[in-house]
């Protein structure tokens, strides 16, 4: 069966980092394009940044640009996002996605929480 499970969320100061993490399995991995979205309450969910199937490429939403990293590796079927200089506006629930062609998978979700 597909899964993929996000990991490292939690609650940060503002200014402050975290590292996500989601485990993939159940699909060959290495040929699927990996995607990291957020959705906060009241508001639609919204892509955060894209990562090619070898991590050649990468694409950031504006509001993350300079700040977050996806990275991935392929041997360990899991993708990254690096968090930095974390903002209240991040605070949102992160979801991990999968996507080939018509396939699209998601994971469950890892709060987020940017706050004193």
């Known amino acids: 069966q597909v899964q993929l499970v996000e990991s490292g969320g939690g609650l940060v100061q503002p200014g402050g980092s975290l590292r996500l993490s989601c485990a993939a399995s159940?699909?060959?991995?290495?040929?699927?394009?990996m995607r990291w979205y957020r959705q906060a309450p009241g508001k639609e969910r919204e892509l955060v940044a894209h990562?090619?199937?070898?991590?050649?490429?990468?694409n950031y939403a504006d509001s993350v640009k300079g700040r977050f990293t996806i990275s991935r590796d392929n041997a360990k079927n899991t993708v990254y996002l690096q968090m930095n200089s974390l903002k209240p506006e991040d605070t949102a629930v992160y979801y991990c996605?999968?996507?080939?062609?018509?396939?699209?998978?998601w994971g469950r979700g890892t709060q987020v929480t940017v706050s004193f």
């Open positions: 996605n999968a996507l080939k062609g018509f396939d699209n998978y």
């Open positions: 159940g699909f060959t991995f290495s040929r699927y394009f």
């Open positions: 990562i090619t199937t070898a991590g050649g490429s990468t």
